[in-house]
């Protein structure tokens, strides 16, 4: 396995293969997947863009992460600065939204979210990193697990997006990583 940093064109050039691992790690079906390719390809050319892959000997997708600067007129930042109390603001005034991280079902469970997650965050422009995941038991769900360890606290927890039914817990961050973490 190689974790490998990917610049806009190998998203894009690999975007079929990206939004697979995407609809078996989060369950979405393809009708989902197809309205999020749209939003996955122009994510790819936003400022500060960043993004990492996990790929077998073979060339096989086994796991992907990406993000970019967050920015007013931006849906999710909008979202997020609406919701946030004037001084907790702050956490969005140069802040790395990590909008994806995800790790094919057949490959979790084995370091690769880990990796992932600490090659972005190491690459990763900005103060502080935000990031949302759907509300979950954190004692055993893998993405609240890996959040907690590298100290992610929480920005905002029961979070609904509209047009979503689940809620949505806020994390964040500051960057940069410490080396410890
Ligand atoms: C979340 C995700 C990216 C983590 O990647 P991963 O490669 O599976 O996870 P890792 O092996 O790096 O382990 C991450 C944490 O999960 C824990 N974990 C591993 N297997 C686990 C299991 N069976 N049950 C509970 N926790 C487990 C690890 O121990 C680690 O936590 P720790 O640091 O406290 O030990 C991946 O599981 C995934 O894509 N999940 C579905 C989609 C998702 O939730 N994406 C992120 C939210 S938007």
Redo the contacts with the bound molecule.
């Keep these: 396995m190689r974790l490998l940093p990917w610049g806009p064109g190998d998203l894009l050039r690999r975007l079929d293969d990206v939004l697979s691992?995407y609809g078996a790690?989060?369950g979405y079906s393809p009708e989902l997947l197809a309205t999020r390719r749209g939003y996955i390809a122009a994510h790819a050319h936003r400022q500060g863009f960043r993004a990492v892959a996990s790929v077998t000997d073979e060339g096989t997708l086994a796991?992907f992460?990406y993000g970019y600067l967050s920015g007013p007129g931006q849906w999710w930042h909008d979202q997020i600065c609406a919701a946030l109390p004037r001084p907790d603001r702050i956490w969005l005034a140069d802040c790395f939204e990590l909008v994806?991280?995800?790790?094919?079902?057949a490959?979790?469970?084995?370091?690769?979210?880990?990796?992932?997650?600490r090659a972005l965050l190491e690459a990763a422009p900005g103060r502080t990193v935000l990031?949302?995941?759907?509300e979950?038991d954190e004692?055993?769900?893998?993405?609240w697990?890996?959040y907690?360890?590298f100290d992610f606290v929480d920005v905002l927890r029961g979070f609904r997006f509209p047009g979503d039914e689940r809620a949505f817990g806020v994390l964040g961050r500051p960057l940069p990583l410490p080396s410890r973490v």
Excluded: D, F, K, Y
Aim: glycine share 16%.
């Design positions: 691992v790690a989060m796991g992460g994806e991280l995800h790790v094919h079902p490959a979790q469970g084995n370091g690769l979210g880990r990796t992932q997650l990031l949302s995941t759907p979950a004692a055993t769900s893998r993405a697990r890996l907690r360890g």
